[in-house]
């Protein structure tokens, strides 16, 4: 239905954007923030047909889809408000002092934006992560022009909701190049875009082997370029002995309903469960099997990632030493995931690497430790996490420091007795984690803090206050919070 764009078509895309990014990159924090607001009614305007256009190209059901626009809509109105308030420029100003010897001189700091930010859009969040989703409001809170390269399982969708953008900037008077977007299933489109010299970052969501691809293009430019890639978790979740004693069963059937949420399909699904051998772990297991049996199968996003489930799931559960625990019993359909509980011993995790690998879908495996000392093994063996959780009583957790050392060292989310599904999107979420979750886990795509993805630091040496940018001229007439010679104010300077 969208063909795939040329690389000319590619070259006008990004050439426009680059002569947007310098007029852009010049509009006040009020003016991103109202055209984010823009976007914003503009989607919330496409009302119910483009709910019904998504259910029909991703197999989401329409609450998830009317809940999922709505935090979509949140984001954007909840970034337009941090970028409005200027917290996220980290603006540091030390005033001379000319008696000082050598003579101190006046430095101002704060966040410039980067350039064109190209955008991939997530499959498994046709709203959320994708064409008006959370990489693209951040961009815009920076200054940045904005691709997005659609995901092709809901190419329709993208579509529609760049047209909301492209509404909101005409109404906005915003430059023409402020925003593009393009269609592409071929890895050349994508190739073109990151390589392109015009493009100064890349957001990305979806799986390992994508994210690193566009990482590894945008470090073999001639100019690197950062590559904010959200490649997929197992989310680990430790059973810990006191906790497990008190409340087995109740935790089987918490993590049940969290593994098979959303047919699995969400980068933060616990998709590996680990504890120590005991009656209490045999509880849990049985309990846990018991209600992925009753949990019938559910058709996934596209017939591309049901079959990578199929895929996975099959190579997982014919490994040497895993035991199938439970399978739905219910009758599945093409496309669908079948709700799946493995097992396995410490040993056998530890000694084979495919079993730390993500299983996208509703499929989860129990990791047995003979002893707390595999059970930290076993941590130190994980890769970088998007979360790891700790289902533990207070004892548990000051009698384990070693493991919960291990494993906060492994995570950007670190719960405690709750689930990894649902993330919150507020300025404390952290929602990155250490490589290969992600290609840089000091930073969030969740949370006005990824506005700071896009934006880089620059030091004015010296300026007299008539040149010097708005946010950090001596009279403070947009009142942000700036660091004065060590003290955080909104004051001006006298």
């Avoid at 680990?236 to 109740?250: T, Y």
């Amino acid at each position: 239905m969208f063909n795939d764009a040329t690389v000319d078509e590619i070259n006008v895309v990004m050439d426009k954007a680059w002569k947007a990014f310098h007029l852009y990159r010049k509009f006040s924090l009020k003016q991103r923030a109202d055209f984010m607001l823009a976007i914003a009614a503009e989607l919330a305007a496409c009302g119910d047909d483009l709910i019904f256009i998504v259910m029909k190209e991703t197999n989401l059901p329409e609450a998830r889809l009317r809940g999922e626009r709505t935090r979509t809509i949140f984001q954007l109105t909840s970034y337009a408000a941090a970028c409005e308030d200027g917290t996220w420029l980290d603006a540091r100003i030390d005033t001379a002092d000319p008696g000082k010897t050598p003579p101190k001189p006046d430095l101002r700091k704060m966040l410039v934006p980067l350039g064109p930010v190209v955008v991939f859009g997530a499959s498994n969040f046709p709203f959320a992560y994708s064409t008006a989703g959370g990489d693209t409001a951040c961009a815009f809170a920076a200054g940045c022009p904005v691709i997005i390269k659609a995901h092709p399982a809901h190419a329709e969708t993208s579509e529609i909701v760049a047209g909301a953008i492209l509404r909101a900037a005409k109404k906005c008077n915003m430059p023409d190049g402020i925003f593009a977007h393009v269609h592409g299933a071929s890895v050349e489109t994508g190739k073109s875009l990151v390589m392109h010299q015009h493009t100064k970052a890349v957001g990305f969501t979806g799986s390992f082997s994508g994210g690193k691809q566009l990482f590894d293009w945008g470090n073999q430019r001639k100019e690197p370029i950062p590559v904010f890639a959200e490649m997929g978790s197992v989310n680990p979740v430790f059973l810990l002995p006191e906790k497990l004693k008190q409340s087995a069963a109740e935790i089987a059937k918490i993590y049940a309903a969290s593994v098979t949420l959303g047919v699995g399909q969400f980068c933060t699904n616990p998709g590996l469960i680990i504890g120590i051998e005991s009656d209490e772990l045999q509880i849990f297991i049985a309990a846990l099997g018991e209600e992925i049996k009753h949990n019938a199968p559910a058709t996934m996003l596209h017939p591309g990632i049901a079959k990578a489930f199929a895929e996975k799931r099959e190579k997982a559960l014919t490994q040497k030493d895993v035991i199938t625990v439970a399978v739905s019993e219910s009758e599945s359909k093409e496309n669908q995931g079948i709700p799946t509980i493995a097992s396995a011993s410490g040993q056998a995790f530890i000694n084979n690497p495919l079993l730390h690998q993500e299983v996208f879908g509703p499929y989860s495996i129990v990791i047995r430790c003979k002893d707390m000392n595999e059970m930290i093994e076993v941590s130190k063996n994980l890769e970088g996490q998007l979360t790891a959780t700790l289902i533990a009583s207070e004892n548990d957790i000051r009698n384990n420091d070693e493991l919960v050392e291990a494993v906060k060292n492994i995570c950007g989310r670190f719960i405690l007795n709750n689930v990894p599904t649902g993330v919150e999107v507020c300025l404390s979420m952290h929602h990155g984690g250490p490589y290969p979750a992600t290609t840089d886990s000091r930073f969030t795509s969740v949370g006005a803090d990824g506005i700071k993805r896009f934006a880089r630091p620059i030091c004015f040496q010296n300026w007299g206050n008539d040149l010097l940018p708005q946010e950090l001229k001596n009279e403070n007439a947009i009142n942000i919070w700036r660091t004065i010679n060590t003290e955080l104010t909104k004051n001006s300077i006298q």
